[in-house]
C-alpha cells in the first residue's frame, strides 16, 4: 500500500488550481456526506432493525476507517469524526421527517457537478479516472488540509 503521502502528492497534482482546490474543500466532504445518507436510506433487513443504530451507512463506514486507520492513524481519527457528524446529521433530518434520500441525491449530483467544473478549470481529469481509491483520499486530503493549518501531523 503506497503511504498517505504518495497518495497525496499523486492525488494533489490533479488539483494545483486555486478554484478546484477551493470547490474540493466543500464539495469532497459533502460528497462524502451524501453516499453516507445515501447508504442510511436503504432500506434495512429485518435482522438490522432489532438495533436501533444499524444501518448500511453504518455497515459500509466499517472498511472505509478501517482503510484510514491503514493510511494513516490521525487521518482515520479526523475521518472517524466527520463519519460521526454525517451519520448525527442523517439521523437528524430523518427524525425531522425531511426525506433523507432525496436530500442525499441532491447533493450529491449537485457537488459532483461542481467538481467536474472544477476540473474543467484545472484542465485535468479527476484522479479517481486513474485509480478508484482516490475516491477515498479525496475526503483524507481535506483532513490533512485542515490538519496542516493546525499544525497537526499525519
Not at 432500506?43 to 432489532?50: D, G, H, L, S, V
Not at 467538481?115 to 474543467?120: E, K, L, P, Y
Request: net charge positive; proline share 6%.
Amino acid at each position: 500500500m503506497r503511504s498517505v503521502q504518495q497518495w497525496f502528492a499523486e492525488y494533489g497534482e490533479s488539483h494545483q488550481n486555486p478554484v478546484n482546490k477551493s470547490i474540493h474543500w466543500f464539495a469532497v466532504p459533502v460528497i462524502y456526506a451524501a453516499i453516507t445518507g445515501l447508504l442510511w436510506a436503504i432500506p434495512q433487513p429485518q435482522f438490522m432493525t432489532a438495533i436501533p443504530w444499524l444501518n448500511w451507512a453504518v455497515v459500509a463506514t466499517v472498511p472505509v476507517l478501517l482503510f484510514y486507520v491503514a493510511l494513516s492513524f490521525p487521518i482515520a481519527l479526523g475521518m472517524t469524526a466527520l463519519t460521526v457528524v454525517c451519520l448525527w446529521a442523517w439521523s437528524l433530518l430523518q427524525r425531522l421527517g425531511i426525506s433523507v434520500w432525496q436530500t442525499a441525491l441532491g447533493l450529491f449530483v449537485v457537488m459532483w457537478i461542481f467538481q467536474f467544473v472544477g476540473h474543467a478549470i484545472e484542465g485535468k481529469k479527476p484522479a479517481f479516472f486513474k485509480d478508484l481509491q482516490f475516491l477515498l483520499i479525496g475526503p483524507a486530503w481535506v483532513i490533512a488540509f485542515i490538519y496542516r493549518k493546525l499544525g497537526i501531523r499525519y
